[in-house]
């Protein structure tokens, strides 16, 4: 297939697009995010157990986003973003800097860092300050615990349903149903490609296994990709 033929990539992001700008991923070495138990910090059990703890990881999350910057590889999936008719972009993150690289059509299954919830209402807002202590009990990151539903689920059924090219870049693969989206662009004939540091649980279901850091395995995929130079099938 040539790249002038594709009509539509689909892309799934994880915090490994992200670790060269700064932002810690999930599972590291000792497998803490910023030296807490994800589930301690990352799921509604935690957040009744401890609601201070909680809001003040997350406030400290928001205030790093104002010192990190996009990578080559966020840029890169921009650059491409405006070479083909469409591009659909699910990102895990809860990171601005898809759109500060200039991403378009981002979809963040897990919520966004700049936006909290009110616990009663329902109602979200958009804010890169602290929620602070008086609002505690009032308003939440509305960002996706464990256990939790994933939003736009629907785009991303609809993206993987009708993709020609699926990239995955960053991601463990570890967490669902984010991880099974593969299985659904196989089943409709999608190439798939795997960019990531290393090996996951699912490398053996993609087409190709690009392995390296993304601020450089990307750009240089996604220019093979343009001029035709990367073999897709
Ligand atoms: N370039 C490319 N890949 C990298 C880099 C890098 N510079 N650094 C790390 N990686 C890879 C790691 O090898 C790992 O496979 O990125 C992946 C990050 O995996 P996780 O830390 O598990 O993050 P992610 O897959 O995004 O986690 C998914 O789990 O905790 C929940 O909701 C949270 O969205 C998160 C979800």
Redesign the pocket.
């Known amino acids: 297939m040539k790249f002038q033929e594709i009509k539509h990539i689909m892309v799934l992001t ?4 992200s ?2 700008s700064g932002i810690k ?4 070495e000792n497998g803490l995010w910023e030296n807490h138990e ?1 589930t301690e910090v ?1 799921s509604p059990e935690g957040f009744l157990k401890n609601p201070a703890l909680v809001q003040r990881f997350y406030n400290a999350r928001r205030e790093q986003l104002k010192e990190v910057h996009p990578n080559a590889a966020h840029k890169a999936l921009a650059a491409l973003e405006k070479e083909v008719p469409k591009l659909t972009l699910i990102t ?2 809860v990171d601005d800097l898809h759109e500060r690289a200039g991403s378009k059509n981002v979809f963040h299954m ?1 919520g966004e860092l700049n936006k909290i919830r009110n616990i009663k209402t329902g109602e979200v807002k958009y804010t890169t300050e602290a929620i602070i202590e008086k609002d505690f009990s009032h308003w939440r990151p509305d960002i996706v615990w464990f256990g939790e539903m994933i939003k736009h689920a629907e785009q991303i059924e609809k993206a993987a349903q009708n993709c020609d090219l699926f990239l995955c870049i ?6 669902y149903p ?1 991880a099974a989206i593969v299985h659904r662009a196989l089943d409709v004939g999608a190439i798939c490609i795997e960019l ?3 090996e ?1 649980p699912l490398s053996s279901f993609y087409h190709k296994s690009i392995h390296g ?3 450089s395995i990307v750009p240089k995929f996604t220019n093979e990709l343009m001029t035709n130079s990367f073999q897709l099938k």
Request: charged share 15%; proline share 0%.
């Open positions: 994880g915090a490994g697009i670790a060269e991923t999930f599972r590291d994800i990352a895990q993150n897990h960053g991601t463990s693969n570890n967490v984010a990531n540091l290393e996951t850091r993304a601020g």
